[in-house]
């Protein structure tokens, strides 16, 4: 799959997840929005993704890898009951996890095959 799908999946359950964990929460904090924030960020860099921007391609990849610290470090579940805020939390750190996975994978087929074949159907 390539890299601008994941991302654009990626995201949208990060904006998703992110805004649904906002409204559940009782106090609704502001650093609950980082997650949508980051997806949307994440989402507006999909066209260039498609282009296939190095600097962009380098850029998502550090963004979402920040994204899945973030996420998985607010997920404090050490005596907690896991509820729907700590499962969607989880869920949007393995998506980010699993989005790193790609477009590190996506990075070394392109390095291994050096002409760059695998987006020929792109563009």
């Known amino acids: 799959m390539h890299p601008y799908v994941i991302n654009s999946i990626n995201a949208v359950i990060l904006i998703v997840a992110g805004l649904i964990v906002f409204f559940i929460h009782p106090a609704q904090p502001a650093v609950a929005l980082?997650?949508?924030?980051?997806?949307?960020?994440?989402l507006a860099c999909t066209y260039h993704l498609r282009k296939h921007n190095r600097f962009v391609t380098h850029t998502?990849?550090?963004l979402t890898l920040l994204a899945a610290i973030v996420v998985i470090s607010r997920l404090n579940a050490a005596g907690e009951d896991w509820?729907?805020?700590h499962m969607l939390l989880l869920l949007m750190g393995l998506s980010c996890m699993v989005a790193v996975g790609v477009f590190i994978s996506s990075f070394i087929k392109e390095r291994r095959l050096r002409n760059n074949s695998i987006y020929k159907d792109d563009l």
């Open 60 to 62: 998502v990849t550090a």
């Open 34 to 42: 980082v997650a949508p924030g980051l997806g949307t960020m994440l």
């Open 83 to 85: 509820d729907t805020r």
